[in-house]
């Protein structure tokens, strides 16, 4: 008899990760079901990823637009939920077996929290939940007996090269990076980069908030903040290198030196498919490495002038505490701001490291501090925008 399908609640189905992971999951020929989707702004887009694939909850969380919208095509026996908090309800009931996190940013962390409390295993791509409060989540995942599986490419290769060693015998990780769009720009060049210029990847396409945190190298740090927590890794063993062709997806070295990487085409399919199925692996819809034509992988460690953000992420990985909500809530105030033409690009970086340098530090905080903390960050970058 087949096995009974996995059911999945896609959170944040309207975004880049929410969509192809819709894609992948309407070409598993059933092993994979949608139970719940949930969307913010793009309810047009929801009502057409409801009609495709029935799920059994939709969840709008901009109550106020939710409230204006016409909802009269969603199909019958799809319920509508309609505020933040129902996505915490959705995700505690029984019948769903896996929580995609696919939520940009803070606004990620609670139904993150709400899936690991009922004990539900998490695909996680909202790396924000575990840069902001990776400790606690940690522990709350090893409490519940729940298991996060990561969805970032970079992620992704690590927890499978880790599978050739046990913990320790790991002497490093090597987090790649593609160097972003502005790789061969100079200091000047860098301070006339426009909004459109930032939001064009060489290699990705993803949503503007990271296309943006790729440009300025905060993808990284916050990586490097990510793989400390769900690796249990210290900072001085995390990595960086510069890697254009993005074939690569992260490497990690062994005490006897041997390398093992995880590569294929970029593509966020696969990682998405390898959450997904884990522990299967499935043919799949993700694009192939082409052995029949020649390539080459170019490495190069980053320049930490021209990267500073990597600092701030090194800086949080090691001190932990309460860093990573204030980087966190900060990059995505000043991203915010570049965005919305308030801040240079430029000034994205010396932003985070200002407001980093003023916080007060406590090693040992509670989620509750923690959400006031990331409100008082926010408001801190407000300093820094134009009048
Ligand atoms: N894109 C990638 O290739 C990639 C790779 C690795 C990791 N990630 C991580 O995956 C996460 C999602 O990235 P993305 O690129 O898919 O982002 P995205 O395209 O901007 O999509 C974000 C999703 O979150 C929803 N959302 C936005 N604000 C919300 C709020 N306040 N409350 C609830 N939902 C909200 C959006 O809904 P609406 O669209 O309806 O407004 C959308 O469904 C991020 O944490 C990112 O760092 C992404």
Redesign the pocket.
Known sequence: MADAPRKIAV??????????ALRVIAASGGALEVAAI??????D??VAQATEFAPRWVVA??SKAAEKFDWSKLPKGTELLIG?DE?NRVVAQPEIDMVL?????R??LE?TWAALENKKTVAL?????LVMAGSLVMQLARKQGAQILP????HSAIFQALQAGQPTEVERIVLTASGGPFRQLNQNQLKQVTVAEALEHPV????????V?SATMM?KA?EIIEARWLFDVPSERIDVSIHPQSVVHSLVEFVDGSVIAQMSPPD?RL?IQHALYYPQRVAGVAERVDWGTSFSLEFSPPDPERYPALELGHQCAREGGTTGTVLNAANEAAVGAFLAGELHFTEIVPACRSVLQSHNFDSDPTLESLVELDRWAREEVSHWVFA
């Open positions: 959170l944040g189905s309207t975004g880049s990760i929410g969509t192809n949930s969307a913010h702004s793009q309810l887009l929801l969380t901009d933040c996505l996190a696919a939520i940009v940013g606004a990620g139904s791509a909202n790396k924000e939940s969805v970032d490419s970079e990705w396409d993803m949503g503007p908030k990271i296309t945190d993808n916050l966020m990682p």
